[in-house]
């Protein structure tokens, strides 16, 4: 069973920039399709950045230019780079996995706040 670990919330002023980490365990971990998801307060929760077995990503409209997911196979963790950071970038974000067998996990969440 892998488990999801999240870090690097926090607060930070509109135009700023964090990275939010996740660490997994685990095996095959370079196989997983991994992705970071976001809950705003009182909304639904949505997909942010996703990354997949080959490298390749994918980002929603709302984040293309100012984030970048990447994976470090070596450590097991995935990374999401937040620049330019606008209040309504404020949420929970959740690191999640799929492994080859469709097997999903979610980490618990770290909050990020953008102050305008």
């Known amino acids: 069973q892998v488990q999801l670990v999240e870090s690097g919330g926090g607060l930070v002023q509109a135009g700023g920039s964090l990275t939010l980490s996740c660490a997994a365990s685990g095996s095959a971990f370079s196989m997983y399709i991994m992705r970071w998801y976001r809950q705003p307060p009182g909304k639904q929760r949505e997909s942010v950045a996703t990354i997949i077995r080959g490298g390749s990503t994918n980002y929603a409209d709302s984040v293309k230019g100012r984030f970048t997911i990447s994976r470090d196979s070596t450590s097991n963790t995935v990374y999401l780079q937040m620049s330019s950071l606008k209040p309504e970038d404020t949420a929970v974000y959740y690191c999640?996995?799929?492994?080859?067998?469709?097997?999903?996990?979610w980490g618990q969440g770290t909050q990020v706040t953008v102050s305008s």
């Open positions: 999640y996995s799929r492994s080859p067998s469709f097997q999903e996990t």
